[in-house]
C-alpha cells in the first residue's frame, strides 16, 4: 500500500496538533465542529475551506503553525497535502507563462486533496497573479483549501486590479469556508532558545 506523502518541504515536528496547549474555545463552526484537534475526527477528503488570520496591526500568533497541523493531521489520515507560501506559488505559476507549463504547474496545484496557502494577501497583485489565483482556486472548488492571511478579507478586494475578478474569487473563498480569528500572542519569539525553559515545552495559544 502506498504512503501517503507530504508535498513541499515545510512541515516540521512543530505543526502537530498534539503538541499544542489551547486556552481558548474552538472556534464555532471551524476547529470546534469541523475538526477536534486532539482525535482529528474528519475525514481529510470532505470538502472543505478554512481561513486563519490574525487581526490587522498586531503580532502575527501561530496561523501558520495551526495551518501546518491542519495538514499534518489530513497527512496522517490518507490525504495529500501541499503547503506554501502564496508568494512561492505565483512565482511557480509566472515561471509557467514563461516556459509554457502553466497548465501542468496548476494540474499540480489542483491535485492534491488539501492545499494551504500561507500568507495569502500579503501584497498588491498584478492582473497575471490575480488571473492565476482566480484559476486556481475555481479549479479547487471540489478540494480542500486552507489560507493563512494577517488581512481581513474586507481588506483583499483593493490588492486585485480587476474588481470583476476580485469579487469573483473572494466570493469564492469567503462564502464557502470557515474563519477562524486568532488574537494569541506571537508564537516567534518563543521559538528562540534563550525565551524557552524547556525545549519540550509545547507552543500555547492563548
Known amino acids: 500500500m502506498r504512503q501517503p ?6 512541515f ?3 505543526g502537530r496538533f498534539e503538541r499544542y496547549v489551547i486556552f481558548y474555545p474552538n472556534p464555532p463552526g471551524f476547529l470546534g465542529q469541523s475538526i477536534n484537534p486532539h482525535t482529528g475526527r474528519r475525514h481529510p477528503s470532505s470538502r472543505s475551506s478554512a481561513r486563519t488570520r490574525s487581526p490587522a496591526g498586531r ?3 501561530p496561523k501558520t503553525h495551526i495551518a501546518q497541523a491542519l495538514g499534518h493531521l489530513a497527512v496522517r489520515q490518507g490525504a495529500q497535502v501541499r503547503f506554501a507560501k502564496t508568494s512561492r506559488i505565483l512565482a511557480d505559476l509566472a515561471g509557467g507563462h514563461a516556459d509554457r507549463t502553466w497548465e501542468k504547474r496548476t494540474r499540480e496545484l489542483v491535485r492534491p486533496d488539501v ?3 500561507d ?3 500579503m501584497r498588491q497583485l498584478n492582473a497575471t497573479q490575480a488571473d492565476d489565483l482566480y484559476e486556481l482556486v475555481s479549479e479547487r472548488q471540489k478540494r480542500s483549501l486552507i489560507i493563512t492571511s494577517n488581512r481581513a478579507p474586507s481588506d483583499w478586494h483593493p490588492l486585485f486590479p480587476n474588481p470583476v475578478v476580485a469579487e469573483s474569487l473572494l466570493d469564492r473563498l469567503i462564502n464557502t469556508s470557515h474563519q477562524a480569528i486568532m488574537n494569541g500572542p506571537c508564537y516567534r519569539p518563543n ?3 534563550r525565551n524557552r525553559t524547556d525545549k519540550q515545552d509545547s507552543p500555547k495559544i492563548k
Open 5 to 10: 506523502m507530504l508535498k513541499i518541504n515545510l
Open 12 to 14: 516540521t515536528i512543530l
Open 59 to 61: 503580532p502575527s500568533p
Open 115 to 117: 492545499l494551504i496557502l
Open 119 to 121: 500568507d495569502f494577501a
Open 191 to 193: 521559538k528562540h532558545p
